[in-house]
């Protein structure tokens, strides 16, 4: 096994994503290390339990001291707070970077909190499942899934590599993009379906001609997938499309133009038209498996894995 990357690591939060890192972090050695904190005294208590860390504390100041690596993941909605919780605390030369969905929002919130003798880099690891809390991690999420830094101009090119060694540790790929940019890739490929998935899932319980028994009865179609997404966590669902605004809209309304044209088309029964899409999108699913994101084996049930959740795609 390598030598430990820090000595001393703070996970701020431990729900799917911090309990992960924490799980993987101690199953690599890459800390000597791990202070658990998060705001709910009850979670702290099933973390501690399940011997996810080496230190835990309601206060994230606390767990953040001395911390060579501070990763906080929790609701984008909360950065800000967190980051001035953290402040007094972080020691000069400390790496404090976020798992956050949004970026923008999160630099905005947490930039102006932090001292300048620390080195923030904001991050977001694209994997994920519907689950949440402490018990929903596993080692194994970031296997072979994204990590994407978004730097801010003047970053230290030591301290992005020793994040950048920290998540291929982890067992990720890692990139950088503009905040911007990562937002608006972000809003089509992870929120905009999240939304679909809650609206979809929304009108189904709402119609009153379809009982509620025939929906669950028949769900072993394409609603299954769509119930996957919308059972994800509504706190975090809410911050993202309130801090992701924009992007969110402009990818709406580009949605909105698509299915006004498919609804045309199938009202004039324009099969051509019907048939060029459907193609066209068969061969973006061929894409994702050729690029790892993806098994291609049928997964009725989703039992081809010891972890369910592996089996499904990652979340944003």
């Known amino acids: 096994m390598a030598e430990p990357l820090f000595d001393r690591i703070a996970l ?34 099933r973390a501690e339990e399940l011997g996810l860390g080496d230190s835990y504390s309601t206060d994230p100041a606390v767990a953040a001291r001395d911390a060579d690596l501070v990763v906080v993941s929790v609701p984008v909605g909360a950065s800000g707070e967190v980051a001035e919780a953290i402040a007094p605390a972080l020691k000069a030369g400390a790496i404090v970077t976020d798992v956050g969905s949004t970026k923008g929002s999160v630099i905005a919130q947490m930039r102006p909190k932090l001292p300048a003798n620390v080195h923030f880099i904001p991050g977001h690891p694209l994997a994920g499942t519907e689950k949440s809390g402490p018990d929903a991690g596993f080692a194994e999420l970031f296997e072979n899934r994204w990590c994407v830094f978004t730097p801010l101009p003047g970053t230290d090119p030591d301290a992005l590599e020793k994040l950048s060694e920290f998540w291929r540790r982890c067992g990720s790929n890692v990139d950088t993009m503009d905040p911007d940019h990562h937002d608006m890739v972000l809003a089509i490929v992870s929120h905009l379906p999240h939304i679909i ?8 319980d709402d119609l009153q001609t379809v009982t509620k028994s025939e929906v669950i009865k028949y769900s072993a179609s394409g609603f299954r997938d769509f119930t996957r997404l ?17 992007a969110i809209l402009e990818m709406l309304a580009r949605f909105s133009e698509d299915l006004a044209s498919l609804q045309r088309a199938i009202r ?15 061969a973006i699913r061929r894409s994702i498996i050729e690029a790892g994101q993806e098994v291609d084996v049928p997964d009725f049930g989703r039992q081809v894995l010891a972890h369910p959740e592996k089996s499904a795609p990652p979340k944003g």
């Open 12 to 45: 701020i939060g431990i729900g799917l994503i911090g309990s992960s890192l924490a799980r993987v972090v101690r199953r690599e050695g890459i800390a000597r290390h791990v202070a658990i904190s998060t705001r709910s005294a009850a979670t702290l208590e």
């Open 230 to 246: 919308a059972a994800s966590d509504p706190t975090m669902w809410r911050d993202v499309c309130l801090h992701n605004k924009d």
């Open 268 to 282: 004039w029964g324009d099969g051509e038209k019907l048939f060029d899409l459907f193609t066209r999108t068969r």
């Open 197 to 204: 998935a809650y609206n979809i899932v929304g009108t189904a």
